[in-house]
């Protein structure tokens, strides 16, 4: 009896607190759901009905307007393609250069390596303002400035991305190696074709975190970028706000639309992301 009335006892409690548990995460869903939904809301208001008080949702119809003519009031289509441009070519190089180097730093044997690998991650601890005018000066020495390879040329490595890679293939066993070097694998079959559909799960967090990163950048394109016609998004989202007036509708529509891009491609590779960052190497 003592035995079942504890069991009855620690099943209630781990009842009552998955119940906590669940409020708790449930509470914080709506937080971060309220903004997206309040900003979705505005997009589809009259402009009469922005600024109603008390505040409403949705407005008394629904008005498309803000999406149908998103265009002719800015370049929107033309900062779009600037940011994919950008974000693609980033995202390529950088898990490239990532899985090489973190293949490199895991399973090749070289002099110096561990301490090379330790200078490499030293490097995330420095704030990249800190290189802000090193790099801006070496771009423009270089005639770059101004050009969205200066977006894209400095982000084509990345230390975490490295280390984020190093920590998956440190996992995978030698003996899959010695066993394609045996069959005559070169060694760059051994990466591309056995490793690199291993760290499939990796790959994809890296991309996700580095897509994410690159398409909402405000910061470089703001240093680098002085011509209208190769701004990014988040700078042409920046400059509908006016010192006087804004077009909220307009500038909530354009941010929504801004948005789909990130979470399309959090939704499609969710799996994969949460199991790379769950294998990826929290631990050596």
């Not at 789909?260 to 199991?275: E, R």
């Amino acid at each position: 009896m003592v035995a079942e009335t504890i069991g009855k006892s620690n099943k209630a409690r781990k009842l009552r607190n998955h119940i906590i548990l669940h409020i708790i995460l449930i509470l914080g869903s709506i937080t971060m759901l309220v903004p997206f939904l309040w900003m979705i809301g505005t997009s589809l208001k009259p402009p009469a009905e922005v600024w109603l008080m008390p505040p409403k949702l949705f407005g008394s119809y629904l008005n498309f307007e803000a999406y149908t003519k998103l265009n002719s009031r800015f370049d929107f289509v033309l900062y779009f393609m600037n940011s994919v441009k950008v974000s693609a070519w980033v995202v390529f190089f950088q898990v490239l250069t990532s899985c090489m180097a973190g293949y490199c730093f895991a399973k090749l044997h070289f002099p110096g390596r561990d301490k090379i690998f330790v200078a490499y991650l030293a490097t995330m601890m420095v704030p990249f303002h800190i290189t802000t005018i090193t790099n801006f000066l070496t771009m423009t020495r270089v005639g770059l400035a101004g050009t969205h390879w200066a977006l894209m040329i400095p982000p084509m490595v990345s230390a975490f991305g490295t280390f984020l890679l190093r920590q998956f293939f440190v996992s995978v066993p030698n003996s899959l190696m010695e066993a394609a070097r045996i069959d005559g694998c070169s060694p760059f079959g051994i990466f591309f074709k056995i490793m690199l559909p291993l760290a499939g799960s990796s790959i994809a967090t890296l991309a996700i975190f580095c897509f994410m990163g690159t398409w909402n950048d405000y910061f470089s394109p703001l240093i680098y970028i002085t011509d209208a016609r190769k701004y990014t998004l988040p700078i042409g989202l920046a400059n509908l706000r006016g010192l006087y007036q804004t077009d909220w509708c307009l500038l909530m529509a354009s941010c929504f639309i801004s948005i789909l891009p990130v979470l399309i491609a959090f939704l499609c590779a969710q799996d994969a992301f949460v199991k790379g960052v769950a294998l990826s190497g929290m631990k050596d």
